[in-house]
């Protein structure tokens, strides 16, 4: 699935009467079902916890914060680190499109962990849940490397209180 965003949106309506195929770097993607939807989906900041799913694995750790998680004294201070983790990359995203955040975000994280391989280097990666007061579209992505598909997030239906 490709999802284009304000003016990408508008890139992928031409891409997709005047080409059978996407290429992005050196891969090529032929479109095997067509169909252009434009929606409107909220986007910031809530005053509800919602819960997202992460439908493909999350790389949330860099090499500095990677030696962080293992000297860390226990669990806690793990989550800890992967809460503080998962707030940046909410920012990140709010700042790549251009949406200054009007107040605090809160996050908590359910993940375990898992290996990765990106680009024949072993990584650590995370599966499971994450909340927040922010309100995520389906199927963006957070972390490292989401061009190539990590990070996927999908709303879970049931909301979450903290």
């Not at 962080?68 to 790549?96: H, Q």
């Amino acid at each position: 699935m490709v999802i284009g965003i304000n003016e990408g949106s508008d890139l992928l309506k031409e891409i997709y009467y005047l080409s059978p195929s996407i290429r992005l770097g050196e891969d090529e993607y032929r479109i095997v079902r067509e169909g252009v939807e434009v929606r409107r989906i909220p986007f910031g900041l809530d005053t509800i916890f919602h819960t997202y799913e992460f439908i493909t694995p999350w790389i949330a750790l860099n090499q500095e914060n990677y030696h962080a998680f293992y000297r860390a004294r226990d669990a806690e201070e793990r989550r800890t680190l992967l809460r503080r983790t998962l707030t940046g990359n909410i920012l990140s995203m709010a700042k790549s499109f251009n949406y200054q955040v009007p107040g605090q975000i809160r996050a908590e994280v359910e993940v375990r962990p898992l290996k990765q391989r990106l680009k024949d280097v072993n990584l650590m990666a995370f599966s499971g849940k994450c909340h927040c007061n922010f309100q995520i579209p389906d199927y963006l992505g957070i972390g490292k490397s989401v061009s190539r598909g990590f990070g996927t997030l999908k709303q879970c239906l049931k909301e979450k209180k903290f």
